[in-house]
């Protein structure tokens, strides 16, 4: 649990942005906090909801004209699905108040 958290702590340092939080879809280029609470408030809250979106949804949750609704799709489309796997091989104490953990990440694009 602890390296599962560690490993999610990293990512989202790297993108600035929780991996659950409604903000997620500001990684999109275009989307702001503005557009995003808009998603939010509409349930859309993340990749995956978002793909399953119709292009003129997307237009009629963000107040926006065709072809937005396609083109965000088509670069959320773009966006590699990664999964991360990990194995814990081995914890052990040293002579302090520290614990020495054994793991192996395993990553791949989906």
């Known amino acids: 649990e602890m390296t599962r958290n560690l490993v999610r702590l990293a990512v989202a340092m790297d993108r600035?942005?929780?991996?659950?939080?409604?903000?997620?879809?500001?990684?999109?280029?275009?989307?702001?906090?503005?557009?995003s609470g808009l998603f939010k408030r509409s349930g859309i809250l993340s990749f995956d909801d978002l793909s399953a979106c119709h292009p003129r949804k997307v237009e009629t949750v963000l107040k926006k004209h065709p072809p937005f609704g396609t083109n965000l799709l088509s670069a959320v489309a773009k966006v590699p699905k990664v999964q991360v796997d990990y194995i814990r091989f081995a914890?052990?104490?040293?002579?302090?108040?520290?614990?020495?953990?054994?793991?192996?990440?395993?990553?791949s694009v989906l």
């Not at 914890?91 to 990553?107: L, R, Y």
């Open 16 to 35: 600035k942005c929780w991996w659950d939080s409604a903000g997620v879809l500001r990684q999109l280029s275009g989307i702001g906090p503005a557009m």
């Open 91 to 107: 914890e052990e104490p040293d002579q302090g108040n520290n614990t020495s953990i054994s793991v192996a990440f395993g990553v």
